[in-house]
Nanobody, 114 residues
């Protein structure tokens, strides 16, 4: 059973930056697909960005140019660097590994104050 642990969430002011991490129990170099999702308060969970081990990245339109998702193979970790955060970025951020089957972490809270 794959285990994913997110970390790095917290409180940040509007316009600030934050990096969240997702540690996988797998050898990340062998993992084809990983992704970051988020769930704002009262809303559905949504895809933020994904990365394969080609490597190839995909960013949903609202996050292009603000978020980047590098993988640190030495640490079996996927990161997400978030810049120019806004209050609407407040959400629980989740890490996903694989598609079918897929595995999820328990999430890390990011709160952006205005």
């Amino acid at each position: 059973q794959v285990q994913l642990v997110e970390s790095g969430g917290g409180l940040v002011q509007s316009g600030g930056s934050l990096t969240v991490s997702c540690l996988t129990s797998d050898n990340i170099a062998d993992v084809y697909y990983m992704a970051w999702f988020r769930q704002p308060p009262g809303k559905e969970r949504e895809l933020v960005a994904s990365i394969t081990n080609n490597p190839s990245t995909y960013y949903q339109e609202p996050f292009r140019g603000r978020f980047t998702i590098p993988r640190d193979n030495a640490k079996n970790t996927m990161l997400m660097q978030m810049n120019n955060l806004q209050p609407e970025d407040t959400a629980v951020y989740y890490c996903r590994q694989g598609v079918a089957p897929d595995f999820w972490g328990s999430g890390t809270q990011v709160t952006v104050s205005s």
